[in-house]
């Protein structure tokens, strides 16, 4: 009878700030608002020497983003509960032998080519096969970072094999 009831008492669910998925949530939207809070005492750039948008508006749109997505993640969980898996998959392996790919070739050749090999890899490890699609994301990719940094916010990138192209 003993066993009975502890097996029914395991099966409760457990209090929702207990929950794996409250504990990561909780994690990121505490360090993200500690950030952003920092973010706040940042100085402001004169106009005439600022390019694009303020240097401290960068941040803090990221990481507002990062808590709003953070939430709708949270919120999704509710409706489908994560899996429960012992081991992380493969995927998560190459996907972070691609990021320390990405230093490495960024680093010595040029930032452009690492972001187009990153891309390339972790949608490969990921799932994609077809070699069309794993061709144009590893050149649609690195332009629309390219168009998003430097010609909206203004920020120059470091030289390189691609970037000397542009910039000389």
């Known amino acids: 009878m003993n066993n009975v009831q502890d ?17 990561v949530f909780f994690s990121i939207i505490l360090v993200s608002t500690i950030l952003l809070i920092s973010t706040l005492s940042f100085d402001t750039v004169p106009p005439i020497l600022n390019r694009g948008i303020q240097p401290a508006t960068f941040p803090k749109g990221l990481l507002v983003l990062i808590i709003i997505l953070t939430s709708i993640i949270y919120y999704l969980s509710f409706k489908r509960p994560w899996k429960k898996e012992k081991d992380l998959p493969k995927p998560f392996f190459l996907t972070i032998i691609s990021f320390v790919l990405f230093i490495i070739i960024s680093k010595t050749l040029d930032f452009f080519l690492a ?23 590893s050149i649609i990719f690195p ?12 920020l120059r990138f470091p030289p390189g094999i691609i970037t000397n192209l542009y910039y000389y």
Do not use: D, H, Q
Not at 7 to 12: D, M, V, Y
Not at 128 to 135: A, D, M, P, T, V
Not at 143 to 154: A, C, H, R, T, W
């Open 143 to 154: 332009l629309v970072v390219f168009i998003f940094f430097e010609m909206i916010l203004g």
């Open 7 to 23: 097996k029914k008492r395991a099966n409760k669910s457990l209090p929702f700030f207990l929950r794996t998925e409250f504990k």
């Open 115 to 137: 972001i187009g090999v990153l891309s390339v890899f972790v949608s490969y490890y990921w799932g994609e096969r077809r070699i069309l699609y794993l061709l144009l994301v």
